[in-house]
């Protein structure tokens, strides 16, 4: 990994640098910088100065920066001179540029600033087109305008040649002031830079941009900033709305600024062809009463400080959402923070330390905590330089330059003096620089120099405003008049006195220290010393407490400096590297025993270091969190023409202190080269379908607006891996959202789709309450793995299921207890197989007879049943691409109505009913053709042998009853009627089928309350079994119930008190009259039309599969619908809600028998010494009179 730096300032204005590969912070070699604020990118860093001008720093290179400046001779041919430089008043300049439009002699090329050098003199250059010519450089052409070559020919009348010279970018590796612009009007001063937009998001490696803030909020953009000319050029404005107080430039194309108001703008539609942006939108502050402080943005991340110094970041930020979504409040108290490279994020905080941010990834941006940034200090190699305070492991004489230079120059304190700097007292070095004293003022145990008590001593001065230079004024007055360790005294006094005894001790808790570097006999030496430093104090020298001062430290760094800004935008930290100052510190191990003073301060030293960890731990303990997934996926275009897009995704997951999840899904496209998207809350989604849709892996999300505009969001993956992965993924996030897990409860409502999958719905008690019900687009379905037509429910938690291929299953989960969060549900192999069809159709001419050329007017010769959608059988497909071929095309003779020796049905025209045989009138015909698919996966189904079945019903009770078998009736392929026997929750699947004896086959079967088992032979004739009970399970007799009038019935659903059935032209019946003494009814009513399935549930609730949503003719058929009003007094409803809508096949609410809670009784009148009955004795009330009603009804 490459060597990179972290810039930070402190309240100073002194500049540090740390290295990834270092461990100590490195001030800049100019010790006379100061400056306010530094902000850095790959390779560079920029900075503002106390005089307001910007300063780059250019790291070291191996490859140095040049720049080639450029000027072309030209010439004119005339009869007398020849070629010369008297050119015609039309002509170009004699020196000019390419285009012949500038002016450019040689002189007028200047440096443009101090940071350059010429390499060399002008030369010409003598390669011509890129080839070495003998010309001298010259290129003819017979006009200026014309191309050039090196031929000189007989019609060439002008010739030009370039001039060449290279200047040097030589300040690589310090600051150098940038210059004003000449003669362009410079910006006002300015009070806040930042660069980026070196990762543009539609090119990567570019050059990065510069913006400005001036102090009268005006925004600044940097132009020609190149990698051979790295200061650029010029400054243009950017038009703002408001004043601007600070911004941040992003890697790529983010841009946020903060406005005096607290408020936040964000520049949009910036590119590599507009890189100042299009317009600005503004974004509100984190909290409304709290005013934000300070704005840092990443690649697609954007932080906020406020003034409360409460740390937020934003969510759902991108390229193509720079304004993002919503605002989520991180744990920690910083003044400001910075994001660098890889979104990771840098920060100073209230107490004036450096923190990172632990845990920042591509799927985790808002990181986990904080940690301290642990830079050492000092260089105990270097020698004490009285002008800039710098102690080493010398100890030298008392005196001025030694004893009182505690600012940054000597401009205040007079020069040093140059013997006592000569006169040095060697003292053994130590690998720590740090220093505690053994006497003088400073020791408690110094005679006749008691130390000053604490509540005596002033409190440290820390400038917290940006003016840098009011700020470094008034603390070095303080300093200079307050400092209680620092007694003036004459020179000729100072400089007789022997120098105070110190001894070198640890710097900072945590850090491995090399104790074995330090010189037994010099520490010695220095302990035998304290006398003398007791006579120091009392002769009136000057001390000093030099316990935490460090190697060329200065005023507000005898603890470290005092930050006030930092940059992270040029370190590169990589997660996996180990990063010294980054990584937790292990215990301190020593060899030898440490001095009573070296203990206490070090003891000191690590409660101050613990003080500061736990500080540092607490907001990683109360931190909120933002993960995100981000992928490719195609999306089915919502408009016209509807084709499908290449887009990429997100989904964002914030995790809050409680444990509450919020997540987003976003989606990104571009639409005439701008960037657009589109979100969804995952708490308003309502279901992940998958869905077919031209062969590919796709499914559609639903939400209850888009449900209301039968309009999806379709997305599409490239392997049917992908596609599990991100149905997986959102279908947790939505669980989790709503507080679901496990498997399906006994009150879950069950459906199919027409390609297999299974939903389930967890019922409240509001989705049959009888006002203010839960509307149909509102509610959430899950996928439960499985693939299944149709399937049955009861409130004791069993559930069947029925295949394509009329194999009977039983879901393996329950097993007769309500689940549990997080168990664990066995699995089997479960299989499936149906057939896909496609017709055949062919006109009949006089000529020719049956053939394939039809009508312009007819449907395909080659299409679905019902001829809308052409289907031929080699661009036929499986349901999906998990289905796999187990057959080849054949043609089908059972079909309804019937065929002849081919296969064929003949009708006198495509619309009207086909028959089997052949009659003068007939002129179409049409045959089916099949082929079987397979489809195998992993499914918590336990498979029921042997007998294949086309239907089947579970018996519907409520939740508080008890059964020891529950009554499972079904059918079977070839329609006899079947009665499962031994089935218990403890035993869901049942031991051993009996057959019920009938005249004619059956197709549809259901079982209600009481017993009450109903069924529709194949001919559309009704029947009601009768005396069925537990003692007599299979009951006894058929009765024969009357149709509806010239209507064909087909299938029926039985519950408490009332019976629904669905006749062949999709009408809606309810069977009137139904008394427990005359349980057959008396007559059926039409409720409804465009319906193909119903289910009754236990509360005689009413939910059907709708053919067709009103309104919507190109929406696929299949709805959930629900009925409204059902009630005793109401049983037929009043109205439909529609829900979801689209290939939905089959729906089972039978299982529902979860009742909103009622009102509790008016409290009746009692004396006050009366006591209340128990809540009890009216449940038990309650009770009765309910179960006097299920007696009444039939129900168990």
């Excluded at 720093?57 to 450029?70: D, G, K, Q």
């Excluded at 030298?396 to 000569?422: I, M, R, W, Y």
């Excluded at 370190?571 to 996996?576: E, F, H, Q, T």
């Amino acid at each position: 990994m490459a060597i990179t730096l972290l810039w930070a300032v402190d309240v100073y204005g002194r500049v540090y640098s740390l290295s990834t590969a270092g461990q100590r912070w490195e001030r800049a070699d100019d010790m006379l910088l100061e400056l306010k604020r530094v902000t850095a990118g790959k390779g560079r860093c920029w900075g503002i100065g106390c005089d307001h001008r910007v300063y780059l720093n250019m790291m070291p290179s191996e490859t140095s920066i040049r720049f080639r400046e450029e000027t072309y001779e030209n010439q004119r041919w005339n009869p007398v001179d020849g070629f010369t430089d008297t050119l015609l008043p039309t002509d170009r300049w004699p020196w000019s540029d390419v285009t012949g439009m500038n002016p450019q002699p040689l002189h007028s090329f200047q440096l443009p600033s101090r940071s350059w050098e010429w390499e060399g003199d002008w030369y010409v250059d003598q390669t011509c087109g890129g080839d070495p010519s003998q010309t001298g450089g010259w290129e003819y052409s017979v006009d200026f305008p014309a191309n050039f070559s090196p031929d000189k020919k007989w019609n060439s009348c002008v010739r030009r040649r370039r001039w060449i010279r290279y200047r040097r970018y030589i300040t690589q590796g310090s600051w150098a002031k940038i210059p004003l612009d000449h003669p362009s009007k410079p910006p006002l001063p300015l009070c806040d830079i930042s660069c980026g937009g070196w990762e543009m998001s539609d090119q990567s490696g570019r050059y990065p941009y510069l913006w400005g803030v001036s102090q009268q909020g005006q925004v600044w953009f940097r132009e020609g900033i190149h990698p051979r000319v790295p200061e650029g050029s010029s400054w243009e404005e950017v038009e703002v709305p408001k004043e601007v107080a600070q911004l941040s430039a992003g890697p790529g194309d983010l841009l946020w600024a903060l406005l005096w108001d607290g408020n936040l703008l964000v520049r949009t539609g910036l590119s590599l062809d507009s890189p100042t942006g299009t317009s600005w939108l503004e974004v509100d502050s984190p909290v409304k009463e709290v005013e934000a402080l300070h704005v840092a943005v990443g690649v697609s991340v954007v932080w906020v400080v406020t003034k409360d110094f409460k740390v937020w970041f934003r969510r759902g930020v991108n390229s193509h959402n720079a304004c993002g979504s919503g605002w989520i409040s991180i744990g920690g108290e910083m003044m400001m923070v910075d994001v660098g490279l890889n979104d990771q994020v840098w920060a100073v905080g209230e107490d004036r330390g450096l923190y990172f941010r632990i845990g920042v990834s591509p799927s985790e941006p808002s990181g986990s905590g904080w940690i301290p940034v642990s830079g050492q200090w000092g260089d105990s190699k270097k020698a004490f330089q009285p002008d800039d305070c710098a102690f080493s492991g010398h100890l030298t004489k008392a005196s001025q330059g030694s004893v009182l230079s505690c600012t940054d120059s000597d401009s205040e304190l007079g020069p040093p003096d140059p013997q006592s700097h000569s006169n040095e007292t060697p003292v053994p070095e130590a690998a720590a620089p740090s220093v505690v004293p053994l006497g003088g003022a400073a020791s408690p145990e110094a005679e006749g120099a008691p130390a000053p008590s604490q509540q005596d001593a002033p409190k440290p001065f820390i400038p917290a405003s940006d003016s840098f230079i009011n700020s470094l004024v008034s603390d070095r007055d303080k300093t200079s008049t307050s400092q209680p360790t620092i007694t003036e005294t004459p020179q000729d006094e100072v400089e007789d006195k022997p120098p105070a005894p110190v001894l070198l001790t640890p710097e900072a808790a945590g850090h491995d220290v090399p104790w074995m570097n330090v010189d037994l006999e010099g520490a010695e030496a220095a302990r035998s010393a304290q006398a003398r430093g007791a006579s120091l104090a009392d002769g009136g020298a000057a001390t000093y407490a030099m316990g935490t001062l460090e190697p060329q430290q200065g005023v507000g760094e005898e603890d470290g400096p005092v930050w006030a800004w930092i940059s992270g935008g040029g370190c590169d930290v990589d997660p996996s590297s180990n990063i010294s100052w980054l990584s937790p510190t292990g215990p301190l191990t020593s060899s030898l025993s440490l001095t009573p003073v070296q203990s206490a301060a070090w003891s000191e030293q690590q409660q101050q270091q613990e003080h500061r960890e736990e500080i540092s731990r607490k907001p990683l303990e109360r931190s909120n969190s933002v993960w995100v997934r981000k992928g490719a996926l195609r999306w089915w275009r919502d408009w016209k023409p509807q084709r499908w897009v290449d887009v990429g995704v997100a989904l964002e997951q914030s995790t809050r202190c409680d444990g509450r999840k919020d997540s987003i899904f976003f989606v990104y496209y571009t639409q005439h080269d701008e960037k657009k998207y589109l979100h969804v809350f995952i708490s308003e989604v309502t279901a992940l379908v998958p869905v077919l849709r031209d062969s590919h892996y796709a499914f559609a999300v639903y939400t209850a607006q888009r449900t209301k505009q039968r309009w999806p969001l379709v997305l599409a993956a490239q392997t049917e891996k992908d596609m599990n992965d991100w149905l997986c993924l959102l279908s947790d996030c939505c669980c989790e959202c709503r507080g679901i897990s496990g498997s399906p409860s006994r009150h879950a409502l069950w459906a199919t789709t027409s390609k297999g999958d299974i939903l389930v719905h967890e019922p409240a008690f509001s989705l049959e309450a009888s006002a203010h019900a839960l509307a149909c687009d509102l509610m959430f379905w899950r996928q439960v793995p499985g693939h299944l037509r149709c399937v049955e429910t009861n409130s004791l938690g069993l559930v069947w299921g029925v295949g394509w291929d009329g194999t009977a299953w039983v879901h393996s989960a329950h097993h007769g207890h309500q689940p549990t969060p997080g168990e664990a549900v066995p699995t089997h192999q479960q299989t499936d197989a149906r057939s896909v069809h496609v017709y055949e159709n062919q006109r009949w001419n006089p000529m020719a007879g049956y053939t394939d050329k039809g009508l312009p007017t007819d449907r395909p010769m080659w299409s679905d049943e019902g001829g809308l959608k052409e289907c031929t059988k080699g661009g036929t497909h499986p349901p999906s691409p998990e289905w796999s071929w187990v057959s080849e095309w054949t043609v089908d003779f059972s079909v309804l109505g019937g065929t002849d020796k081919e296969g064929w049905q003949y009708a006198a025209d495509f619309p009207v009913t086909f028959h089997g045989h052949k009659t003068l009138k007939d002129f179409v015909r049409r045959r089916r053709w099949t082929r079987k698919c397979k489809i195998t996966l992993r499914a918590p189904w336990q498979q029921v042998p042997p007998i294949p079945l086309s239907d089947i019903s579970l018996m519907p009770c409520l939740a508080q009853s008890r059964m020891e078998e529950v009554p499972v009736w079904a059918l079977s392929d070839k329609g006899d009627v079947l009665c499962r026997l031994g089935v218990s929750p403890h035993n869901p699947a049942g031991s051993s089928w009996l057959h019920v004896g009938t005249d004619q086959p059956f197709k549809s079967i259901s079982i209600g309350g009481a017993n009450q088992v109903w069924a529709i032979a194949k001919d559309g004739a009704v029947f009601y079994r009768g005396s069925v009970s537990p003692q007599n399970p299979a009951g006894e007799c058929w009765y024969h119930i009357p149709s509806p009038l010239r209507q064909t019935l087909r299938q029926l659903s039985v519950g408490r008190t009332s019976v629904f059935a669905v006749d062949e032209n999709s009408n809606l019946w309810y069977r009137q009259g139904l008394t427990p003494s005359y349980p057959q009814g008396s007559a059926w009513e039409l409720i409804s039309n465009n319906v193909t399935k119903v289910s009754v549930g236990p509360l005689d609730q009413v939910w059907i599969i709708a053919d067709a949503v009103p309104g919507f003719p190109a929406e696929t058929g299949g709805a959930v619908c629900h009925r409204l009003g059902v009630g005793p007094v109401q049983p037929k409803g009043q109205s439909w809600d529609y829900g979801l809508g689209g290939g939905w096949e089959h729906i089972s609410v039978r299982g529902n028998s979860a009742e909103a809670p009622r009102a509790p009784h008016p409290p009746t009148c009692r004396t006050s010494t009366q006591p209340a009955p128990p809540a009890a004795s009216d449940t038990s009330e309650r009770g009765r009179l309910f179960l006097t009603h299920s007696s009444m009804t039939g129900l168990p």
